[in-house]
């Protein structure tokens, strides 16, 4: 059974930084491609940032580039987002999210519980 | 505002057949594959349609995908009181270089 479990979320004041982990079992982590997405309260799901199985390519939302860092460590099975300069507007439910396949496609078939993360004042 | 372009509502009474359309460009639905997911409230979003029109195991043939040109559509048939959840497409978008979300449909079973 694939499991994804978020970790690291809390509540963070405006140019704070938080690291969030998603540790995983059930299928062998190297060969897909994994993501994060968000959603912020009452709205949409929002795509924060992927990383390939390799973990060479790696894409971002304008909203987060130059702010967060997608990591993975294949041989830990487990996936990191490092948020840097966090602002009120990254206020957001964190999923850790499994690819279909080793290179993003957005086709996310497994999905973790999610990670609360709020920054205020 | 999404790229991909989804109805904010939707609704139907139980038995019947529901819609709910997502439109984009050549560069993404034209070109890539469509996902829809479906989020009930306070739980993480679950795939439902992959490939355009193929089902996870588990999921029931009421739900169908299908796909023209730069347009996708999730069909709900035989509509059910706990088919209410948010609904969204997904796919990726070569010009952005990146995956794209529709913003969501709210699908209200009368």
């Known amino acids: 059974e694939v499991q994804l479990v978020e970790s690291g979320g809390g509540l963070l004041q405006p140019g704070g930084s938080l690291r969030l982990s998603c540790a995983t079992s059930g299928f062998t982590f190297d060969n897909y491609a994994m993501a994060w997405v968000r959603q912020a309260p009452g709205k949409g799901l929002e795509w924060v940032s992927v990383?390939?199985?390799?973990?060479?390519?790696?894409y971002y939302a304008d909203s987060v580039k130059g702010r967060f860092t997608i990591s993975r460590d294949n041989p830990k099975n487990t996936l990191y987002l490092d948020m840097n300069s966090l602002k009120v507007e990254d206020t957001a439910i964190y999923y850790c999210?499994?690819?279909?396949?080793?290179?993003?496609?957005?086709?996310?078939?497994?999905w973790g519980q999610g990670s609360l993360v709020t920054v205020s004042s | 505002q999404s790229v991909l372009t989804q109805p904010p509502s939707a609704s139907g009474t139980p038995g019947q057949r529901v819609t709910i359309s997502c439109a984009g460009r050549?560069?993404?639905?034209?070109?890539?594959?469509v996902a829809w997911y479906q989020q009930f409230p306070g739980t993480a979003p679950k795939l439902l349609i992959h490939r355009d029109t193929q089902r996870p195991s588990g999921i029931p043939d009421r739900f169908s995908g299908s796909k023209s040109g730069t347009s996708a559509s999730l069909a709900i048939s035989g509509l059910r009181s706990e088919d209410e959840a948010d609904y969204y497409c997904?796919?990726?978008?070569?010009?952005?270089?990146?995956?794209?979300f529709g913003g969501g449909t709210k699908l209200t079973v009368l």
């Open positions: 997904a796919t990726w978008d070569d010009s952005l270089i990146g995956p794209v």
């Open positions: 050549t560069s993404n639905i034209g070109t890539n594959y």
């Open positions: 999210a499994k690819e279909s396949w080793g290179v993003p496609a957005a086709h996310l078939d497994s």
């Open positions: 990383i390939s199985g390799p973990g060479i390519t790696t």
